[in-house]
């Protein structure tokens, strides 16, 4: 199994050098407005071969794996293995937000709250490309407006996918049900086996993993150890994606399968902040496992091109970008994309109140008193 973590030991230091304060300061603005510069585009096809499945999971980063003790082959299983992803948030609205605008380059916080360029929306993106888009959820996407959000400002246009008649084996925090991962993918592929048609780009959405989601009816759940369940968790949200990618095997139909992170769980904690917190985008938090799978009626995986490159979303997109100008499904292909060819980003991380950079060797975070301090890290 392929399971790649950096242990982060971080010491706050103001950095008190006016020079190098600015220095930092204009990195960052550099940055932004470089990524501003930088978009993918989809090509318009009457017929791409193959669909498109986002497994958009909550809670899970490298750390987390290391944390719950998880020595599993989950992501060796994956054609393409990105060890480097940068999610760039701790929360699930601006990741979900982020991922629907992978095409363009990495915004500011507050800037995922206006309208992007046209061109930026992934999902519009596939659209037009010749996808038709199916949206479902593992919850009721209430919780943080995710929901809404997600249509808003992700354009997430298509009805949500009913659960009537699926029983909720999970219940969040505030009781709203949790569905089973398996049940909620099996009844989109039958669904989307039976309307034929062309292609399709399915978002799925999925909070297994979150921080508070027990057992349903399950009375003082709070009390549990959280590494012990959500290591239970971790294994049973694995073993679902893995039968689902075998129920699309066994249909002879062409997936491409894209597992992604919003960002971590914050299992372990750190030094510098507690279990559970994320209010800093720490790169323990931020650096999550991604994995693309190319599932063919005959085609078996082959072993993971590790992409170790920093990347975030827009690595993604291009990544996209070529299977529908190269398919990698069609005959006699195995492997059409370079990794070298995939954009790499920059790391930096944000939430409403933090930012962390890491320029050269050294992170720096920079808070709601806009100091910057240098974080001292131990891989």
Known sequence: PVVVVLIVLVIP?????????????????????????????????????FDVAFIHVCSLSWKDLKDAGYGGGFFGRFDYLFTDFN???????????????????????ADLYNEAGADCYLFDGLERAGFKVDFALNH???????????????????????????????????DSPVYGDYAVLERWWKSRLSAGGGP?????????????????????WWAKDKASWYGTRLKTLFADVDRFIELVQSSGRNVVVVFVPE?????GGSSFQGPGLRDMPLPDITRVPVGVR???????????????????YLALASML???????????????????SSIPGTDFVSATEGAEIVKKGPDYFLSGKEKKWIKLSIKD
């Open 13 to 49: 230091v103001e950095w008190k050098g006016r020079g190098d304060a600015s220095s930092l300061d204009g990195w960052l603005k550099a940055f932004y407005a470089g990524e501003a510069k930088r978009a993918v585009h989809f090509e318009a096809k009457s017929s791409p071969g």
């Open 87 to 109: 999610s760039a948030t701790t929360y699930s609205g601006p990741a979900a937000i982020r991922l629907m605008r992978a095409n363009c380059g990495q915004p500011r916080h």
């Open 140 to 174: 009721d996407g209430v919780y943080g407006n995710f929901k809404e959000e997600a249509r808003r400002l992700g354009h997430m246009g298509p009805p949500l996918q009913g659960r009537e008649g699926l029983r909720p084996v999970y219940a969040m925090f505030d």
């Open 200 to 220: 399709v780009a399915l978002y799925y959405n999925t909070v297994t993993l979150h921080d508070g989601v027990h057992r349903e009816g399950e009375a003082d």
């Open 263 to 267: 960002h971590g769980a914050a299992l």
């Open 294 to 312: 190319l599932v063919g009626g005959a085609r078996a995986p082959s072993d993971a091109g590790v992409i170790s490159k920093p990347t975030s």
């Open 321 to 339: 970008s070529e299977f529908l100008a190269d398919s990698p499904f069609d005959k006699g292909h195995e492997k059409t994309l370079d990794p």
